[in-house]
C-alpha cells in the first residue's frame, strides 16, 4: 500500500473516532422511562369488620342443624380481653428471660495484628470511660471493641466521648450481649 491510500484510511479513522467521541459525549446520561401508576384495585383483599354495637347485649342467630330452626339467643358481653393480653405479655416476658444475645451497635476502637498495641488501647479506654472494653480476636486482627447497645443514638453518645482521642473508632452494627443487670430484673 502505498503512504497516500494509509494516510487517507488515518484521516478517516480520526474522523471516525471523533464523531463516535462526540455522540457518546453528547448522550444523555440519564435515560428517562415513563412508568404508569399503579392502578390494581385492591379493596377486594381488604378485611371487613363489623362496627361494635353500642348496648352491652348483642343478638346472636344460631341455627340448629337438626332441625333448620333458627333460633334467636341473648348473650350479654361480661369482662375484658385485659386478661387475654397479660396472659399473652407474661408469656412473652417469659421467653425474652430465655435471650442472651440481640442484634445491636458496638464501637470498635481499634483494629489491628499487635496484640500489645491492643492491649495499650485496653487501658487507655479503660481511663476514659466506665464502659469495658472486650478484646476480640478475629484472624488475623485483634479488635477493641466497646458497649452494648440497643440503639445507634446510645453508641453514638459513646463515640462522641471517644471519638478525640480515637478518631478512627466505628460504630458497627452487630450481635450484642444483653447486659443482665441493666434489662432483667429477678
Known amino acids: 500500500m502505498s503512504r497516500r491510500i494509509i494516510k487517507r484510511n488515518l484521516s478517516q479513522l480520526a474522523g471516525l473516532i471523533t464523531i463516535y467521541a462526540l455522540t ?4 444523555s446520561a440519564s435515560t428517562v422511562t415513563y412508568a404508569p401508576p399503579f392502578t390494581m384495585d385492591l379493596s377486594a383483599y381488604r ?15 344460631t341455627v340448629n342443624a337438626t332441625t333448620s330452626v333458627q333460633n334467636t339467643q341473648i348473650v350479654s358481653i361480661s369482662g375484658t380481653v385485659q386478661a387475654q393480653l397479660n396472659a399473652m405479655r407474661e408469656a412473652i416476658a417469659a421467653s425474652n428471660k430465655n435471650l442472651k444475645f440481640s442484634q ?24 476514659i470511660t466506665t464502659e469495658i472494653p472486650e478484646l476480640v480476636y478475629e484472624q488475623p486482627n485483634f479488635r477493641v471493641k466497646l458497649g452494648n447497645f440497643f440503639n ?23 450481635r450484642i450481649t444483653i447486659p443482665l443487670e441493666k434489662y432483667r430484673s429477678n
Do not use: W
Open 152 to 174: 445507634k443514638t446510645d453508641a453514638f453518645a459513646l463515640y462522641t466521648q471517644i471519638k478525640s482521642v480515637y478518631p478512627h473508632a466505628v460504630i458497627t452494627n452487630e
Open 104 to 127: 445491636g451497635f458496638r464501637l470498635v476502637i481499634y483494629s489491628g495484628s499487635n496484640r500489645d498495641e491492643a492491649n495499650k488501647v485496653m487501658a487507655n479506654v479503660r481511663k
Open 24 to 27: 457518546v459525549a453528547c448522550k
Open 47 to 61: 378485611p371487613e369488620v363489623a362496627e361494635p354495637e353500642q348496648t352491652s347485649n348483642s343478638v346472636v342467630n
